[in-house]
């Protein structure tokens, strides 16, 4: 009877110690987003299989199992996006960035030089929760999880910060602050380069690839849609970043509002420049960059 008198009290210290140790948790974890491949919708072959289980998240999932050396993705609904697909059997990830609607998918092998033939083709129909989702996920582009080291550095720069604007301002002024540009790495870097946004972090360098990598995930990890998007900045094939804000919708390529006019948003150029007012000015200049590709 003792027991069961005292049972009560046993049951609050636990409930107790359980919502403690929830309290400790980061806040960062209930917010990363983590694609899945849970074989509901798939199509392929032996050695290819696409997961199209969540394209109403705005993304599939593909994984080769075959022997050529290279393979490549294509997806096309008006823009055609092509992708180096891994060949270690392992799903990679790739947003459908252009909304509801039908989209065409490829894999394509490499047969001999540069020439690739047809393994496998199909057109998918989607459509979208929201249509933002492509860009809080991440892929293979701007790769993370909840374990991601830019991810917790992410939530420290925001924490206590509510507005979208002002996330976007802090990460951004964290970039330009900390992150330098690696010329030799710009010089060298080979076809088919891919972000390691922790890399980027522990080093403090980067191409402009690495810069809008690891901006964009940060930010995606703080429900903040962002797209990585890939352009040209005058003649120079260049990356950078927009953000989404209820109030303001797609903010392309800016960051705030001074009061008379929206600040340019590129943290290559910003870290590079160092508050030089040619290339303030030059940044500030939409029309000095154009857009091809949103990941």
């Known amino acids: 009877m003792r027991t069961r008198k005292h049972l ?13 140790l929830i309290s400790t948790l980061p806040a960062y974890a209930a917010t990363v987003r983590t694609p899945a491949a849970t074989g509901t919708v798939t199509y392929g072959t032996s050695t290819i299989l696409i997961d199209a289980s969540n394209t109403k998240d705005g993304y599939i999932m593909v994984k080769y199992t075959g022997n050529a050396p290279r393979v490549k993705v294509r997806i096309k609904k008006t823009t055609d996006y ?16 252009e909304g509801s609607g039908t989209y065409a998918i490829g894999v394509f092998e490499n047969v001999k030089d540069k020439m690739y033939s047809t393994a496998f083709a199909k057109q998918i129909n989607v459509t979208m929760d929201d249509a933002n989702s492509p860009f809080l996920y991440p892929n293979q582009f701007c790769k993370f999880d909840s374990s991601t080291k830019a991810i917790q550095k992410g939530e420290e720069l925001v ?15 964290f970039m330009i602050d900390n992150i330098t540009y690696d010329h030799h790495k710009a010089a060298t870097v080979q076809s088919g380069y891919l972000p390691n946004v922790d890399d980027t972090l522990t080093t403090k360098t980067g191409i ?27 003649s120079i094939y260049h990356a950078w970043i927009s953000v989404y804000s209820e109030e303001q919708g797609w903010i392309d390529n800016v960051i705030h509002f001074d009061g008379s006019s929206w600040k340019f948003m590129d943290p290559t150029f910003a870290a590079s420049g160092k508050g030089d007012p040619k290339i303030t000015e030059y940044i500030n200049t939409p029309t000095n960059y154009i857009a091809k590709f949103s990941y």
């Open 208 to 234: 402009c690839f690495d810069y809008s990598a690891l901006m964009t995930s940060m930010l995606r990890s703080q429900n903040v849609p962002t797209k990585l998007v890939i352009g040209y900045a005058g």
């Open 8 to 20: 009560p009290s046993f049951v609050m210290v636990l409930l107790m110690v359980f919502c403690m």
């Open 159 to 173: 924490s206590g910060v509510t507005d979208t604007l002002k996330k976007v301002e802090s990460i951004y002024n």
């Open 82 to 97: 092509t992708y180096d697909l891994n060949t270690t059997g392992n799903f990679d990830i790739f947003p459908l960035t």
